[in-house]
């Protein structure tokens, strides 16, 4: 559906988006239980003949929910996503017609539109690109919290109305942060009940705090239709806790095995091809995690239609679970802040092939994100520090391009979800808790330790991490003794090439044949590194590495 003009939406090829239609606009809006807040902004714009970006930028700022928007006027186009950019947008302009699409691939010319080099180098590295650009020169995305305005055919502007910026201490002590965190955590699992409306409430629950807060709320607040869930190796930690915790709450709980041939079984399917071919977006690979687990409930009708699936994203990392190791600086000069920065956050986030780590690689890299935090601190003379940066970038790449893509598994399915810990006004606490609160998520643990939802936050629920199944557990006693001799690098590399195909615990790797791991040159960081080249060739049509291991996945 077209604007008479200058506009043209094409829908993903995952039902996200639905389209409202009046004499003088279009409207694609993509979100749940915002039918009402945008009936008065449908009604607004076709009685207000003067409309401009500061009037639309308004609205969208009132908005604390997930939602996706892109409207069609006689005079105007806007398009903007969510604080989270759980509902990607990407455009380009043609032949003076702007097009848009939560697909950066349904918008391509292959015969016209070049490929960006530089972005498929972080691409290959980390799983996404970065800042605004897609895999192809001429077609950006709307980075979260951003929109677009159109006018005139010609005329646009970008604009921030949401920024996620880390270093905008408030002054206050640390029980107000306290009273004020449980504050947060109160209203927003209240938030969670009311829009579920009484529909079940199915979580994915972990061994981890962020899970076991959605579930343990909504027991404190009497919320009695919740299913848990968990899935992974036989016997694996995750599942242990996760099944203590929902026996405690009284929730009914489903453990889903997945195996080296159940999974191989599973990615050779019709169903994982076709949520491959469909979720790839141009920017970021494919989230399967909780993939195999979501289609064997549905199958079993444990999962139905109407439930609504509630994540933990993104709560470890807003908490400060991904502040930097190294110590923190303070300044003005973002560059010198960036340098003491980056090696942290390279080898963090762009080592999904040793062998891609080169200088000139790495050079990209530092020149891509070097060049997107001076563009996003719109202030001058402020003062900054490395943690803010660190986490800014996080969060305008991997968090809202890889990380969000899980959402799409739900959406595949037909299935509702909500992220309440990637709330805004979550978001927006967290963004002024000081960092000696806030790191190694201080403030949080302590905080949901004294609130001890539906009795679950004492020690006998945390269960300690360790290493399934249990042949690889004592096999890994005398590797690691026999490498005492080698160095850790060199442990690790063999960890990963040698044991990681049968410890990662959704069988990730089991996409591929053992053999073709372990007869790989290249050594790779876990199963996303695989996913990458996959999704390269079903982009791209050729992947980096031009070898045979991606035909015994025949997508």
């Not at 994100?369 to 996080?394: D, F, M, P, V």
């Not at 809202?400 to 805004?424: C, G, H, S």
């Not at 949901?448 to 004592?474: C, D, F, I, Q, T």
């Not at 160095?487 to 053999?515: A, R, V």
């Amino acid at each position: 559906m077209e604007n008479i003009y200058y506009g043209k939406f094409i829908p993903g090829n995952i039902e996200q988006w639905r389209m409202y239609e009046n004499e003088d606009n279009i409207i694609w809006l993509a979100g749940d239980n915002l039918d009402k807040k945008f009936n008065h902004f449908i009604k607004y714009i076709s009685k207000n003949k003067v409309i401009n970006n500061n009037i639309l930028k308004k609205f969208i700022q009132d908005i604390d929910d997930h939602f996706g928007l892109l409207c069609f006027n006689k005079n105007w186009i806007f398009a903007c996503v969510d604080f989270t950019r759980s509902y990607p947008l990407f455009w380009k302009k043609i032949e003076g017609k702007f097009l848009f699409s939560p697909q950066a691939i349904n918008i391509l010319d292959k015969n016209k539109d070049l490929i960006d080099e530089d972005q498929l180098i972080a691409f290959r590295m980390s799983g996404y690109t970065i800042d605004k650009g897609s895999l192809w020169k001429n077609i950006r995305g709307l980075n979260a919290g951003e929109f677009i305005f159109i006018e005139n055919e010609k005329d646009y502007i970008i604009q921030n109305y949401f920024s996620y910026r880390p270093w905008k201490y408030v002054n206050k002590s640390y029980s107000e942060f306290k009273i004020q965190l449980k504050y947060e955590i109160n209203k927003i699992i209240k938030d969670t009940i009311s829009k579920a409306n009484g529909r079940t409430i199915v979580i994915p629950l972990s061994a981890g705090l962020d899970s076991r807060l959605i579930a343990s709320g909504l027991k404190h607040f009497n919320y009695t239709d919740v299913k848990c869930f968990t899935y992974g190796l036989k016997d694996n930690y995750e599942s242990k806790a996760s099944k203590i915790i929902a026996n405690k709450l009284g929730y009914e709980w489903k453990f889903v095995e997945i195996n080296q041939k159940k999974a191989k079984n599973f990615y050779l399917s019709l169903n994982y091809k076709n949520f491959m071919n469909n979720s790839q977006d141009g920017c970021a690979t494919s989230t399967i995690q909780g993939l195999y687990a979501i289609n064997n409930l549905l199958k079993n009708n444990y999962i139905n239609i109407d439930d609504v699936v509630i994540n933990g994203n993104s709560g470890d990392f807003i908490s400060g679970g991904h502040i930097p190791k190294k110590n923190i600086l303070k300044g003005k000069n973002i560059t010198l802040l960036f340098d003491e920065v980056f090696e942290e956050h390279f080898e963090k986030h762009y080592s999904l092939w040793q062998n891609l780590k080169n200088k000139k690689n790495k050079n990209i890299i530092k020149r891509l994100l070097l060049n997107q935090i001076q563009n996003s601190i719109e202030e001058n003379g402020i003062y900054l520090n490395t943690h803010g940066i660190a986490e800014t970038l996080e969060y305008q790449n991997r968090q809202t391009k890889y990380v969000i893509n899980a959402q799409r598994i739900y959406e595949f399915y037909n299935l509702k979800w909500q992220l309440p810990l990637w709330n805004k006004s979550f978001i927006k606490f967290w963004e002024n808790v000081p960092i000696d609160f806030k790191k190694n998520q201080k403030l949080y643990k302590d905080a949901l330790l004294e609130l001890n939802m539906g009795g679950v936050w004492n020690e006998e629920y945390n269960v300690k991490n360790y290493v399934s199944p249990k042949w690889v557990r004592v096999l890994r006693v005398f590797l690691k003794a026999y490498f005492l001799f080698y160095g850790k690098n060199k442990w690790h590399n063999f960890e990963k090439k040698y044991l990681e195909y049968w410890t990662d615990n959704i069988c990730g790797q089991s996409m591929l044949p053992y053999k073709n791991i372990i007869k790989s040159k290249n050594i790779s960081r876990h199963y996303v590194s695989w996913l990458t080249i996959f999704s390269e060739d079903l982009m791209l049509n050729s992947n980096w590495q031009h070898q045979d291991n991606y035909k015994d996945l025949e997508i």
